[in-house]
């Protein structure tokens, strides 16, 4: 199993420019998130997916987009890139959501500059 | 106040120290705990979850204390590879779905 994989690793975009983080995981899972990191700051939530066909926002889903066509992929949308959204991006899944104990499986992230 | 709370340290300790981190969280509903490893520049990983009885991985025990709303991750023997970043994880239901929050992590550095 490959588990979570991201892509691009790392990406530079102009203010105002358009992108997609992909996001892929091979376990089927129904539970996939994207969380942004900065520093001195926990991961935060920016969206998520229960199951194919549906998701939800998260505590900071501003200038994202999300959809989830399949159980595997969950790709993540910038609409307009800003230098707020300069951060690490990390793609999760994880099995049952009712399950407590369930492992979250993070991808390697994005590294993802706004210029 | 932060849902869930971390001292950044960085806890500097030689090898074979003992160290304790503690992580405390604001939601009394939370049911699920865990300690997660980030090492530098990459993602996340579940080190141990956390019972409310405790429980103990090799050289690493965890504890939860329901009443004062923390958790404790305890290190013993350290080891050089045991430098890295640990995160305090707290799930629990908010609004219908299971919400999941980070603490903002505790840096260990080992010291030949």
């Known amino acids: 199993n490959a588990g979570v994989t991201q892509t691009p690793k790392f990406q530079v975009l102009k203010t105002g420019q358009s992108m997609t983080l992909q996001c892929a995981q091979d376990?089927?899972?129904?539970?996939m998130s994207w969380y942004r990191q900065d520093p001195g700051m926990g991961l935060r939530l920016i969206h998520y997916?229960?199951?194919?066909?549906?998701?939800d926002q998260g505590e900071v889903p501003n200038g994202y987009n999300v959809s989830r066509s399949t159980t595997e992929d969950f790709p993540l949308r910038l609409l307009s890139a800003a230098p707020s959204q300069t951060s690490v991006y990390f793609c999760?899944?994880?099995?049952?959501?009712?399950?407590?104990?369930?492992?979250?499986?993070f991808g390697p992230g994005t590294r993802l500059t706004v210029l | 106040r932060k849902e869930v709370e971390q001292d950044p340290g960085p806890f500097n300790v030689p090898e074979g120290a003992t160290v304790a981190f503690n992580c405390t969280y604001s939601?009394?509903?939370?049911?699920?705990f865990f300690w997660y490893r980030q090492d530098c520049r990459k993602e996340p990983k579940l080190l141990m979850s956390?019972?409310?009885s405790g429980n103990e991985d090799g050289r690493f025990t965890a504890q939860l204390n329901r009443a004062s709303q923390y958790i404790s991750l305890l290190i013993r023997d350290s080891k050089l590879s045991d430098s890295a970043t640990y995160l305090c994880?707290?799930?629990?239901?908010?609004?219908?779905?299971?919400?999941?929050?980070f603490g903002t992590g505790t840096k260990l550095q080992v010291i030949p």
């Open positions: 956390v019972y409310s």
């Open positions: 376990m089927n899972h129904e539970y």
């Open positions: 939601n009394s509903a939370s049911q699920s």
């Open positions: 994880v707290v799930r629990g239901y908010s609004g219908g779905y299971q919400k999941v929050t």
């Open positions: 999760a899944s994880r099995g049952p959501g009712q399950t407590l104990y369930n492992e979250q499986f």
């Open positions: 997916s229960v199951g194919a066909g549906i998701t």
